[in-house]
């Protein structure tokens, strides 16, 4: 067996089977995303990609679903919680994952299935809360822990630059 061939078994494709067709978003709903994390949670085959945001974090909460075809493979929750949560405690709740890895303190938890993070509002001039972001990836999508991680910081650190806290009233 000839090393292309070796590799392109144990990646799943085949020279007849079905393979991603699709191109891979470089921002989902309006926010700039890792595009080689979020290929690496994708579904390996499909021909299409759609992005469908609903919702608006002006409003205290907003969603976004990413289809592959006719099935919903992620989705991206974007809400305004009060102020005092971690995220691992809310991963653990919302999606009862006991078993997860911590990074940048108290404001991101992951696993290879879904992960939150947490953009802290604090200072005078702003509305003291937290906004909490959730991906979780659905089958057919891929698992991966490092693409999630890496997915989650890219999607946050663009929200950040929204700059979506409330002004104090």
Not at 33 to 51: C, I
Not at 114 to 137: P, Q, Y
Not at 147 to 159: N, P, Q
């Amino acid at each position: 067996m000839s090393l292309f061939a070796a590799a392109a078994t144990v990646a799943g494709c085949s020279s007849g089977g079905p393979k991603q067709e699709f191109s891979v978003p470089k921002a989902l709903c309006g926010a700039p995303v890792p595009a080689d994390a979020l290929s690496r949670l994708l579904p390996a085959s499909g021909e299409r990609v759609t992005v469908a945001p609903t919702g608006s974090l002006d409003d205290g909460s907003a969603l976004c679903e990413v289809k592959v075809d006719a099935d919903t493979v992620l989705v991206i929750s974007d809400e305004r919680i009060e102020a005092g949560s971690s995220a691992h405690d809310i991963l653990r709740s919302r999606l009862s994952l006991q078993v997860q890895k911590s990074a940048d303190g108290d404001s991101l938890a992951y696993t290879d299935q879904a992960a939150v993070s947490l953009i802290k509002c604090r200072g005078a001039a702003v509305r003291e809360e937290d906004i909490s972001v959730l991906i979780k990836v659905l089958k057919p999508a891929r698992r991966d822990e490092a693409a999630m991680k890496k997915l989650i910081r890219g999607y946050t650190a663009s929200l950040e630059e929204r700059r979506p806290c409330k002004a104090a009233s």
